[in-house]
């Protein structure tokens, strides 16, 4: 330049990129440099090089891989689950499996144990002796009397039947007998000749061979812990020892061992909504959820012998004999109406809400 050689060498085109130009001198190089868009390294496969630099990513091999997913392209052909929030804890996998490398902790009952047609994980079972659920071992009283479970022996009489006697008190109060005709054990004894235990009690004679008093009545108070008697005196003191109806007069409260009713002691009679909000309202024996019996529970009671259990503290058989009591159970088809039972005879009858009759609450 002014006759002066300048000293500028350009770059070969190999080495500039195409599509660019230096002084005029447009490039050939394929290789593109790397700019703030392009994959770092730790994104480039270890077996691959761009610009020189080669990748550090390695991929799983294709077996560690869920059959079905793909890991960069690459199809899975594992078949072992891994871990998610839906996957069973290993408490529901079996203690002699493992999974992803973590052995179960759930361990089977023994074949054995299982009942026959039932199957656990799959497994038939061949034990004959069923489970008892929810409440364990059955209660004596959940067993018919003679009927042994294991090691209970029933105390349930369920063919409690009322005292045989071949004598009756007719309405009018005359004594009459009770014709045998057509029955096949004639005019002897037999346990089809019964009465009603209006007066509460069975006759202690006069009942077949086969039928007893002390094997098939219902009724009776405990005598000595968990014998065959139908009621249990449970009236408790403040203090954590045990008390008795004549003891304590003010918490008398007797048991139905059977049905597991606790039953209060005579309340003040009223109207049948007077009767419903004074066991609502009770506090008794230090419990205070009482309610209003059923009509089926009222029954129940005298099918079990409540009059066995009459006392002057609790309901006195004058008591049970002289009026009904209030059952929570309303007449269906007339609702200003509700049934009452007798504990002393067992007859049940409607009567209209706004009548007085007597009151005693359950729990």
Not at 91 to 116: F, M, Y
Not at 252 to 261: E, N, R
Not at 321 to 345: C, E, G, H, M, P
């Amino acid at each position: 330049m002014a006759g002066i050689a300048g000293n500028v060498t350009l770059p070969t085109a190999s080495n500039v990129l195409s599509g660019s130009g230096t002084y005029g001198v447009a490039g050939t190089g394929l290789t593109p440099s790397y700019s703030p868009d392009f994959p770092t390294v730790g994104n480039v496969l270890s077996s691959d090089t761009v610009n020189g630099a080669a990748g550090t990513l390695t991929l799983s091999v294709a077996s560690a891989v869920l059959t079905g997913s793909g890991v960069y392209g690459v199809a899975g052909t594992g078949s072992t689950p891994s871990y998610s929030p839906d996957f069973p804890t290993v408490g529901n996998v079996l203690s002699t499996d493992t999974v992803n490398s973590v052995t179960g902790t759930l361990t089977l009952p023994a074949i054995t144990n299982v009942l026959t047609g039932s199957g656990t994980y799959g497994v038939a079972g061949t034990g004959s002796t069923p489970s008892f659920s929810p409440g364990g071992a059955p209660s004596a009283w959940d067993l018919r009397a003679g009927v042994t479970v294991g090691s209970v022996t029933g105390k349930l009489k369920v063919n409690c039947r009322n005292a045989v006697n071949n004598s009756y008190y007719n309405y009018d109060g005359a004594v009459g007998s009770i014709p045998n005709t057509g029955t096949t054990a004639g005019t002897a004894f037999d346990i089809w000749d019964t009465i009603d235990d209006y007066y509460g009690q069975p006759a202690s004679t006069g009942f077949p061979a086969a039928w007893t008093v002390t094997s098939n009545y219902c009724g009776g108070v405990e005598a000595v812990a968990d014998d065959d008697k139908a009621w249990k005196d449970i009236t408790t003191t403040t203090a954590p020892a045990p008390s008795t109806c004549t003891a304590d007069a003010a918490r008398c409260t007797m048991k139905d061992k059977i049905s597991g009713l606790e039953w209060s002691k005579i309340q003040t009679s009223g109207t049948w909504s007077e009767a419903i909000n004074t066991c609502d309202a009770l506090t008794h024996n230090g419990a205070s959820d009482w309610r209003l019996p059923t009509q089926k529970e009222l029954m129940d009671a005298y099918n079990h012998g409540a009059i066995s259990a009459q006392s002057t503290n609790w309901i006195t058989t004058a008591q049970m004999q002289a009026n009904y009591f209030w059952s929570s159970s309303t007449r269906s088809n007339v609702t200003s109406d509700a049934w009452i039972v007798s504990l002393s005879y067992g007859s049940t009858s409607i009567s209209a809400k706004t009548n007085t009759t007597q009151v005693a609450c359950v729990r």
